[in-house]
């Protein structure tokens, strides 16, 4: 029966334990590290570069007439801060955000010079929407245009290098 007991004390520490220690790592931030899915490795990644070199040239050499822009560039403070703000839009517009979308874009052509490439980030998610003609409820996954996208990143330096800078 001592044995019996010294379990149960042994589990109930055990039990114990683990829960301060699983708090205090929550406390501290230290989160379990999830590697997400579509992550590639850096030689597949040089692939997909090389495999665009045909589209550059195209662009640089039939539209603006010089070597266009390939990259663009975030820091982790403003795309934490767009997600961060990008989730208190979507809620207060009554939409559940599920994710951020990249498009490809270009600047204007000002005084006959076509303007680099650009990326923007938009924010994705649905929006609830009782369809009264039809009696049941759909949920439309789309951009969330009334949310403003993240633009002004910083081109590449020089703006036509390849991966990796």
């Known amino acids: 029966m001592k044995n019996f007991g010294s379990l149960i004390l042994g589990i109930f520490l055990g039990a114990l334990c683990m829960y301060f220690y699983l708090n205090n790592n929550k406390e501290k931030?230290?989160?379990?590290?999830?590697?997400?899915?579509?992550?590639?490795?850096?030689e597949a990644a040089m692939v997909l570069d090389s495999t665009y070199n045909s589209r550059y040239n195209l662009i640089s050499d039939s539209i603006v007439k010089r070597p266009?822009?390939?990259?663009?560039?975030?820091?982790?403070?403003?795309?934490?801060?767009?997600?961060?703000?990008a989730k208190s839009e979507a809620d207060s517009l009554g939409y559940s955000l599920d994710g951020l979308r990249v498009y490809l874009g270009a600047y204007p052509t000002v005084k006959d010079t076509?303007?680099?490439?650009?990326?923007?980030?938009?924010?994705?998610?649905?929006?609830?929407k009782d369809n009264d003609s039809?009696?049941?409820?759909?949920?439309?996954?789309?951009?969330?245009?009334?949310?403003?996208?993240?633009?002004?990143?910083s081109g590449g330096n020089p703006p036509n290098s390849n991966y990796p800078q």
Request: hydrophobic share 35%; proline share 6%.
């Open 29 to 42: 931030g230290l989160n379990p590290i999830i590697k997400p899915r579509g992550v590639i490795s850096s």
């Open 68 to 85: 266009d822009n390939r990259s663009t560039w975030w820091s982790i403070e403003d795309i934490s801060n767009y997600i961060v703000y």
């Open 114 to 128: 076509v303007g680099y490439t650009t990326m923007f980030i938009v924010p994705t998610g649905s929006l609830s």
């Open 134 to 153: 039809i009696g049941f409820r759909t949920d439309l996954k789309h951009d969330i245009k009334d949310i403003d996208p993240l633009n002004m990143g």
